[in-house]
């Protein structure tokens, strides 16, 4: 008997407990304050939302990093046509004062020459032959001889209506009388077919030395005198040889040539 009389109790101050709890939910929620209810729902919640909030970070940082990458492949992209474009322009200015230097040039050099661009090269290792042009249309015969202001190229040795076959100082077949300014020592100067030239029948006695300047001597039908040919770079033979023989290197860069001036001696 007790013993129901207590459970009762207990039961009646459980009621009584839960029925103040909740009126009490009830004032808080009129006043505008976080009830006991919504705290525990929003403690538990707390972890979920944390979950939620570093799930979106990630995706928007995952976003972010594909706009950053997209917007460096595009900016590379536009370097790279700036720094094509900027060489073309380069190419052009150097083309451009190369051009100028020619015309100055043809001023000076009083002699009938028609400017002219190299347009192919011979293949061959064995030969020396380039291609321009201007032809026989342009009033080019094979008594032209070719240059720049560096010096001279090569002769003229056959004409199409259009282009000239052009052979190369540095071709073997090729040979010019030459003289140097400062010994006044003359000799034939030939291509070696690679990149320097030789200069042939000069006396064992002919004053000549490393550095002296090699131009053509005028002798012949083709080159007028004192157009530079190249410097002498090295001397063997003495008075024990008959000849010396004497390495030149040219003074035109044939890798690098194309644009040039056809000339007739007068």
């Known amino acids: 008997m007790e013993r129901n009389r207590r ?46 909030s570093s799930i979106d970070s990630s995706l928007e940082k995952r976003a972010h990093g594909k ?101 190369l100082l540095i071709d073997h077949r090729c040979t010019v009388p030459a003289k140097t300014i400062e010994g006044g020592s003359h000799g034939i100067l030939r291509g070696d077919g690679k990149r320097f030239c030789r200069m042939e029948y000069l006396d064992s006695t002919a004053s000549i030395k490393p550095g002296d300047t090699v131009v053509t001597s005028g002798m012949g039908k083709i080159f007028p005198p004192g157009i530079l040919l190249g410097k002498v770079v090295k001397v063997t033979g003495g008075s024990e040889s008959m000849f010396k023989e004497v390495l030149v290197e040219p003074g035109v860069d044939f890798s690098s040539v194309s644009e040039v001036l056809a000339v007739k001696k007068n």
């Open 7 to 52: 459970t009762w109790i207990a039961i009646v101050a459980l009621l009584v407990l839960s029925i103040a709890l909740i009126l009490w939910e009830v004032r808080q929620s009129e006043s505008g304050n976080t009830t006991v209810v919504e705290q525990i729902a929003g403690t538990a919640a707390r972890p979920v939302q944390s979950a939620i």
């Open 67 to 167: 706009e950053l990458l997209k917007d460096a492949v595009r900016l590379e992209s536009e370097n790279a046509g700036l720094r094509a474009e900027l060489t073309r322009l380069q190419a052009a200015e150097k083309e451009n004062q190369r051009l100028r230097e020619l015309l100055d040039f043809k001023e000076k050099l009083k002699l009938i020459s028609i400017p002219a661009m190299i347009i192919e090269r011979e293949p061959a290792s064995w030969t020396r032959l380039v291609i321009i042009n201007k032809g026989a249309s342009d009033g080019i015969t094979p008594d032209f001889y070719i240059q720049d202001p560096r010096g001279v190229i090569g002769r003229v040795v056959r004409t199409t209506n259009g282009t000239a076959l052009v052979r």
